[in-house]
């Protein structure tokens, strides 16, 4: 069968996508890059926001609408929290919870009786990561969370915190570089509770990681600040994992942080990302903000804004604040207003774009070996940008011939130029 993957959300849900893609492969089955070819599409919703429930029922209706043929399996956030109403859209076949998400494939395949053809029929080397275009790939190392912050449904969705074992992470990166992967980005609900109930924690994971592998990137996702012990930044002493954190502030005002249940000062915020600057170099810091938090007043509003400016993000993931059912932010009193949140984004984003630029700004002229993409842009008959990463997270564009071929290649630059979204460079070697 042809087996088509979508996935709104996290890089959690990403992760998950990846794996059900070998475990589909394993099985006899084709990944299929393009839906118009599917004849099973599998959805990995999302239900972080009350938009993203909405955008999750809008993707399901839309398969369904273009390839009404097809078995429609969805699974993720929206999915269990709203297990009948996702069971009764239209098209929908089966759904599965998170709390079954390691059998899909095989509930998959048993439920929808699906025929599969011999193994060996499949194309040697064939993975799901390169029929989609990728030189990265996101591994899920735990799910689930321990803490309640009060705006977070996920944590709800999710459940309590189950850690893979090492063993099986070091496999799976070890097989994914045999597959040409040159990056490898770890994720989770809690990353940071990694081995909470396997006798292990993330900086064990790390070092064994760098130990026992020979993926040239380590990238980590979403980290809590708390998380960080005092000598984790030592590990970056290492090149190959990689000067960059993702660290979900979601506010710059204390009494908001309480509100939320954030188990992190203001201040205490500050001295990691001090430190880490001041160990790590070309350390780029990223974050999540909420705006219009239930009762955040003009002050708070005004606070949290100068903190954030002060700290100097190289990008920010900002999010309206949206009442969801079953957290305890719902019931807070002084409901921020449509309007309110509306104004306060926008504050924010025009901050959050002056950050960047300054942060891309102080990297120029600096010389880093960029990961490059197999995306490309015309720029003439014979010539077209391609675009790619720096260790820190700066997405970098070249100008090359159209006879030449960057992609999945590491090679060194000169970052020369700041561009809305990205920095020019000057390529070494080609």
Request: net charge negative; proline share 4%.
């Amino acid at each position: 069968m042809r087996v088509h993957l979508k996935t709104l959300g996290c890089r959690l849900n990403e992760a998950e996508l990846e794996t059900w893609a070998q475990e589909f492969s394993h099985a006899g089955h084709h990944i299929s890059p393009q839906l118009s070819d599917a004849q099973v599409v599998v959805i990995n919703s999302c239900a972080v926001t009350a938009d993203a429930a909405r955008k999750s029922r809008q993707l399901i209706r839309k398969i369904h609408r273009e390839q009404p043929q097809a078995k429609l399996v969805v699974s993720g956030c929206y999915a269990t929290l709203n297990q009948e109403e996702a069971a009764s859209l239209l098209g929908v076949d089966l759904v599965v919870s998170n709390q079954d998400k390691a059998q899909l494939v095989q509930k998959t395949v048993a439920e929808l009786n699906l025929q599969t053809m011999p193994a060996m029929s499949t194309e040697p080397g064939e993975n799901s990561l390169f029929s989609r275009g990728r030189q990265r790939a996101f591994v899920k190392v735990q799910d689930g969370c321990r803490y309640r912050c009060t705006f977070c449904i996920v944590t709800v969705a999710r459940g309590e915190e189950k850690s893979r074992t090492i063993l099986e992470i070091i496999n799976e990166i070890n097989v994914l570089q045999q597959q040409g992967i040159q990056e490898v980005i770890l994720t989770g609900v809690h990353l940071g509770g990694y081995g909470s109930d396997v006798d292990s924690d993330l900086t064990t994971l790390i070092e064994t990681i760098l130990a026992q592998t020979q993926i040239p990137r380590l990238r980590l996702g979403s980290l809590e600040p708390w998380d960080l012990p005092a000598d984790f930044f030592e590990l970056f002493a290492n090149p190959r994992l990689l000067p960059h954190l993702h660290l979900p502030l979601q506010s710059g005002s204390d009494s908001v942080l309480r509100r939320m249940a954030r188990r992190c000062k203001t201040s205490e915020f500050a001295a990691i990302v001090a430190q880490a600057r001041q160990q790590i170099p070309y350390f780029n810091v990223t974050s999540d903000i909420i705006v219009g938090f239930p009762g955040e007043t003009e002050q708070e509003w005004q606070d949290s804004l100068a903190f954030i400016a002060s700290i100097g993000f190289g990008h920010l993931h900002i999010f309206s604040y949206s009442p969801r059912a079953g957290t305890k932010a719902a019931t807070l009193p002084e409901q921020v207003s449509n309007a309110v949140k509306k104004q306060r984004s926008q504050q924010l984003h025009q901050v959050a774009q002056t950050m960047k630029q300054q942060f891309m700004q102080s990297q120029l002229g600096k010389t880093m070996p960029i990961l490059w993409e197999g995306q490309t842009q015309p720029v003439d008959e014979q010539r077209q940008l391609v675009f790619g990463y720096t260790p820190n997270y700066l997405r970098v564009a070249c100008c090359i011939d159209d006879t030449q071929n960057l992609e999945n290649r590491i090679l060194p630059a000169t970052l020369t130029a700041v561009q809305d979204e990205y920095l020019t460079v000057e390529l070494h070697d080609a």
